[in-house]
């Protein structure tokens, strides 16, 4: 039976739905049916693996394992260094002392490494500034120019102030001697492999050797066709290289 929740009568209980034990029964039974049946036979049949006095056995026995083995203290008076005075008793003030000289100590050391370091940092950076400057004001195309700058003067010398029937010629024979030179000069810088180099010195010995190796065998275009001069002059160059990589370890 359902009551009006507007009752006129004063009970605290008389605007509250009230249900007769059918309704509730055929509740119920409408909630069991709802509940697929394997799910309801599992809930049904559902037991814990472990009870609750089985639960309060472990804890126990937990407890008793945890004071039988306590966990190990630390000794912090054991990291201390101690001082031995000539009467054998410690004294504070020593242990302080002693603590604090190598604490000073080990602060020199730091710094003495880190002074060194930077040291070393800042010539290095200088060297590496110093080698790439260097290396944008005599790049290796312009190094074989110099080497065969006086060639090249000579030619143009000729084309404008040559004898006559060089002139007309278009000094052909210094031409070819002076695209000759350019073209032993990139022979040997490849052969020491000039742009890999990482000291000044290095790159200057190298223009030195290309230089002085070429003009002591060849003073005009003709020499090229000597087969002795070529012979002696790449034994010398390879004999040359040999010394410079031993030189520099390389």
């Known amino acids: 039976m359902v009551w009006w ?3 006129s009568s004063g009970n605290a209980n008389s605007g509250r739905i009230k249900y007769d034990e059918d309704q509730i029964r055929k509740a119920d039974a409408e909630l069991a049916s709802s509940i697929p049946k394997d799910l309801k036979d599992y809930l049904d049949n559902y037991e814990h693996s472990l009870t609750d006095r089985e639960f309060k056995e472990k804890v126990q026995l937990m407890n008793d394992i945890s004071n039988l ?7 912090r008076a054991a990291h201390i260094p101690e001082v031995e005075e000539k009467n054998g008793s410690v004294s504070s003030d020593s242990v302080i002392e002693s603590n604090l000289n190598a604490m000073t100590s080990i602060t020199n050391e730091k710094e003495n490494i880190i002074q060194s370091t930077e040291r070393l940092s800042q010539d290095q950076l200088k060297q590496m500034r110093e080698i790439d400057e260097y290396k944008r004001k ?8 110099e080497n065969c700058s006086e060639i090249q003067y000579e030619f143009i010398n000729c084309l404008s102030n040559g004898p006559f ?5 278009g000094c052909n024979d210094k031409q070819n001697f002076y695209d ?9 810088f490849k052969m020491f492999d000039y742009n890999s180099m990482t000291a000044i010195e290095e790159f200057e010995e190298i223009r030195g050797i290309a230089d002085d190796t070429f003009n002591r065998y060849f003073k005009c275009n003709d020499d090229f066709e ?5 012979k002696l002059f790449t034994k010398e160059l390879k004999e040359k290289r040999e010394k410079f990589y031993q030189k520099y370890e390389k």
């Open 165 to 169: 029937f060089e002139r007309m010629k």
């Open 180 to 188: 000759s030179c350019l073209k032993r000069q990139s022979m040997i």
């Open 69 to 75: 083995n306590p966990a190990p203290s630390v000794n």
């Open 138 to 145: 005599n790049p290796m195309h312009i190094a074989i120019l």
């Open 226 to 230: 000597d087969n002795v001069k070529n």
């Open 5 to 7: 929740p507007f009752g």
